[in-house]
């Protein structure tokens, strides 16, 4: 894996349709969610690098199908990120 990667954290607000937030760190995410008391999820994402290919290089994901290789399982995948729920 990739030890050179840069990461983002993005807050999906509860009942919210897309990203709220997008922070540089952990720290920044959490102090905007807790100074407006917010629920939601707190996920880190890999920069330059899909989420599917991630998974793959750290071994967090191996596929065991072949439509696990499709384009249109690749487009919604989101497994193996780390996450926090607020």
Not at 1 to 7: A, G, K, Q, R, V
Not at 51 to 76: I, W
């Amino acid at each position: 894996m990739n030890s050179e990667l840069t990461y983002v954290w993005l807050f999906h607000g509860q009942g919210g349709r897309t990203v709220s937030g997008v922070f540089t760190t952990k720290d920044l995410a959490e102090n905007w969610i807790s100074s407006n008391k917010l629920t939601g999820t707190l996920t880190r994402y890999p920069v330059d690098i899909s989420c599917y290919d991630y998974a793959l290089q750290n071994g967090s994901f191996k596929p065991k199908h072949e439509r696990q290789k499709t384009s249109v399982f690749m487009q919604s995948f989101s497994t193996g990120q780390t996450h926090y729920h607020y």
